[in-house]
Each structure stands twice: as C-alpha cells, then as structure tokens.
C-alpha cells in the first residue's frame, strides 16, 4: 500500500468544506493557523488580465520525510500505507519537525499538547475508502487511493494526466500529486516554467521502489 492523493486543483472554488469536514472528523483545535488541510490562494495579473489561483494543500505524507528523521523521540513516524503520524505521547513540543517541514503542514494543538497534522483520516480508510476531504469536496477536486494498485481510481487518474509536485526540489517525494490543468490558459497562469512536468510512466518505479524500501520502518 502506498496512500496518495491527486488533486484537479483547476476545479477548486475555494469553499473550504473541505477544511471545515477535517476539522469535524478529526476533532482538530479551532482557530487561525490550527488545520491539517488548507487552500493556498495566488492572485496576480498575466497580460493586465487579473487572475485568483487555488491550491488546495495539506501533509504530502512525503516517502522520505524530514519531519521523521528530524524527531528526537521517534514521535514522528511512518504507519502502513507510508502514512506519516505523531504519537501524541512521545511528542515533547520541540517543534523541530515543524522546522524541517517544507511544506508548512504541522502545527501546535494546544488541546492535546502536541504537534498535530493531516493522518489522510486513516481511522476511516477500511470502512469508507477515502478521507473526509475528499468525500466532502462539491466540485471532486480530490481522489485517494492506493499507488500500488493499478486498479485504483488514483492510478487510473494518472495514468491519463501529466502532474507535477509542490517544493519537488526538497526531495522528500511527495505524495500529493497535482494534476496539470487541461484548460490550457489556467495551466499557464499556474505553473511556472521551471515546474518539472511527469507521466505515470515516468515516475512509477520511482514511487514504488521508494514505498517499499521506507515500508521496512512502518510502525503497526
Ligand atoms: Fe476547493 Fe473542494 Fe476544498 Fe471547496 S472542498 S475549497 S472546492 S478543494
Ligand atoms: Fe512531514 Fe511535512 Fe512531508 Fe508531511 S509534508 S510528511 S509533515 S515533511
């Protein structure tokens, strides 16, 4: 197993149900700046022509993730499908994950005296199949699933699409794949040109060896 998420950030209208449904189904503090998922909002102007770009974001559940290796008390960790959690008892707020994090996805929840962060709502996955983000999302910019099942929706999703990922530069393999806009004018106002673009193809052996060399840490 190898969990991952794509993302049609194209179709993003930015209602943020999909925050509110996290926040409901896993009980996360409320307040500025305490969430496992957000939507990152760019605005900007390409030929006088104003433009409002949404990326929907939250944990990359990164195959090589810094915020594990980086934890003093091994709090941070890897469970199966190469979902990365903190165990809330080992977590003594040093707050060194949350440093060596590129992607801004842990923060402090005050109520259960932890570093806190996206789980992909994996107490749900055997029962209804996907995350609460994903369930709730009124225009599907989401589908979860499983990059070792070639049977899965999210490897037949991108098996059709180019992607590409956020901070990919960092080299932590990311799991959150963000698919490549088919309307062309909204590809070009949202990705720049240095953003390396992949097939499934190019990237599967990659994922998949990657996954099962990190799968000897898993913590069950
Ligand atoms: Fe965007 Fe879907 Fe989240 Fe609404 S629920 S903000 S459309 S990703
Ligand atoms: Fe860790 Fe950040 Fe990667 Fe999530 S996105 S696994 S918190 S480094």
């Not at 999909?18 to 998922?37: F, P, S, T, Y």
Request: with cysteine; net charge neutral.
């Amino acid at each position: 197993m190898n969990y991952a998420i794509a993302l049609d950030y194209q179709n993003c209208i930015n209602c943020q149900a999909c925050e509110v449904a996290c926040k409901e189904e896993n009980g996360v503090q409320l307040g500025a700046g305490k969430q496992r998922i957000w939507v990152g909002l760019v605005e900007g102007t390409t030929f006088g022509k104003p433009f409002a770009n949404t990326y929907p974001s939250q944990c990359n559940q990164c195959i090589d993730a810094p915020c594990v290796s980086v934890c003093p008390t091994n709090a941070s960790h890897y469970e199966p499908g190469g979902i990365v959690k903190v165990e809330r008892k080992q977590c003594i707020l040093c707050k060194g994950c949350m440093e060596a994090c590129p992607y801004d996805a842990r923060f402090v929840d005050d109520t259960r005296v932890s570093v806190d962060k996206c789980t992909f709502c994996d107490h749900r996955i055997a029962e209804e199949g996907t995350t609460a983000c994903q369930a709730t999302c009124p225009t599907k910019v989401r589908t979860f699933g499983d990059l070792d099942d070639d049977n899965s929706d999210i490897v037949k999703l991108l098996k059709t699409r180019r992607f590409f990922f956020q901070k990919e530069y960092t080299g932590t393999l990311p799991k959150l794949f963000y698919l490549l806009p088919e309307d062309e004018s909204y590809a070009r106002q949202s990705v720049s040109h240095e953003t390396k673009i992949y097939t499934w193809k190019e990237i599967e052996p990659l994922y998949r060896q990657a996954n099962i060399r990190r799968s000897k840490e898993w913590r069950r």
